[in-house]
């Protein structure tokens, strides 16, 4: 089915922009592997179908981002992912292990800061260490450090209601940064930053990801966004959140913000705006 | 009352918000007293405040001794409803099937009169300080579970999410997140709890007792003694505002981060 619907969404790839063809020979050993995931929520009067059945692979080390409309399903898609949640259908592999509760090697970055309101920022972003049970001594200065890097220094003794939402936000991505997990799940991280900020973000986990090679995957509703740091953009469709496309993005690995006005880039954007700005899909 | 804010006066401020309790008590005694003079009520049916605070003074240290029962049976119903009430509400907010068994009888078990049946504690117990802690427990119990349910309820499942994914044991997420989160709806409920305990001490004390402010205004009320009933009620409100107040300051120390304490909002005390 998600086969039909991607070939469905082709028109004569040019060299920079391709679909991903299915890659069947994937291994299932590394990586994020999805076959026939869907999720059904059984709510008390009737069912809500969130997710059509989707398959999909994210490799090791790969920055995938997942767009779509409102209400598709990207956030149930993270928790399917995560663990949280168990699918109706279908199974989940991370790094050839079956997905059956929440694996630990994992930053976590909801759509909400979900900051604990009795925990000090520093506190906050300590507490997978804590949940963990690690060494909090050892931890500490890479904390601080990584409160720096998102422009919070001297806020570590603030309790969360006195910083903004945006800098709540932030500590939330420190927190899920701070025990160093090998993959980082996303779910618009950056919706409460302006403009500014959003694009220094961008920039330093795009350097984040390089440096360190963690799996990401970030849901995003800012096309620029997606382009700018993906490898790979999944488009998904209108609830329930099917594939609509999966783009590779071939701007290299070392981009900086001149990449915006890369003809690839634009052209990209172009193309994913248009899933979204026609009602039928492209034929 | 209608002090001037003036700039600076920080402290005189913070003394009025003290005082302002004590100045309508201040007003309600005089209404009381212009009362009783005014329309010529007869001392037997209304003391007049004068003669209350006579008692008072000259009984003190009968009524101080009096007030050691009530206070000891009112703490320990007190803290037995805290140290019950907590952990069923765990229960209760846990697990569907438990709330569906308990709840509704715990329910059900409060429109039994606590009055009516605190007789029977004496028959079991006998005349000690034990049916007195019972009915204080009985009373105290309920609020406690009530909003302690609530508090654990309402809890973000995102929030208890964020803390799974992070592999943390049920119980360490439940310490970090589950536990904190109640805490402001648990004291809300803890605060009820130790006013009401009060009443539920004195209703033991009302049924089978020789000893306790409640023995002394049974005993009063036997020989028309209005004056030393009147002392009596007095030293209970002052029981339960002070607990009251304990609770509070208890809570200021607990959940300093909670909403209703944050900046220099004025709150009960
Ligand atoms: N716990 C739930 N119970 C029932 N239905 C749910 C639940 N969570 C989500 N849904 C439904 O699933 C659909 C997808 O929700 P989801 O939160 O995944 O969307 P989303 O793509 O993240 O949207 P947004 O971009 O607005 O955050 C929605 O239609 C929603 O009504
Ligand atoms: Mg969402």
Partial sequence: MTAAMRTMSVDQPSAHLRVVSEQSAQSKASGINLSGVSKTYGTGDGQVQSLRPLDFHINDGEFFVVVGPSGCGKSTLLKLISGLLAPTSGEIHVDGKKVTEPHGDVGIVFQNALLLPWRNILNNVLMPIDMKNLSREKYIPRAKELLKMVGLEGFEKKLPWQLSGGMQQRASICRALVHDPKIMMMDEPFGALDAMTREKMNVELSRIQRTTGKTILLITHSIPEAVFLADKVLVMTERPGGIAAIYDVPLGRERTLDAMSNPIFTDLVARIRKHFMTNSALD | MSEKKAPGSVSKLLNASWLRPFLLLVMIVVGWDLAIRIFGIPAYQIPAPGDVVKVLYTDWPELLAQSWPTTYATLLGFLASAVFGIPI??????????ESYVYPLLVFSQSIPKVAIAPLFVVWFGFGIVPKIIAAFLLGFFPVVVSAVQGFKSVDPDMVDLARAMKGSRLRVFCAVNLPHALPAIFSGLKVSVTLAVVGAVVGEFVGSNSGIGYVLQRSIGTFDLPTMFAALVILALLGVILFWLVDRIERFAIPWHVSQRADVFIGS
Avoid: D, E, K, Q
């Fill in chain 2, 89 to 98: 509400a765990m229960l209760i907010a846990g697990s569907r099937t438990v």
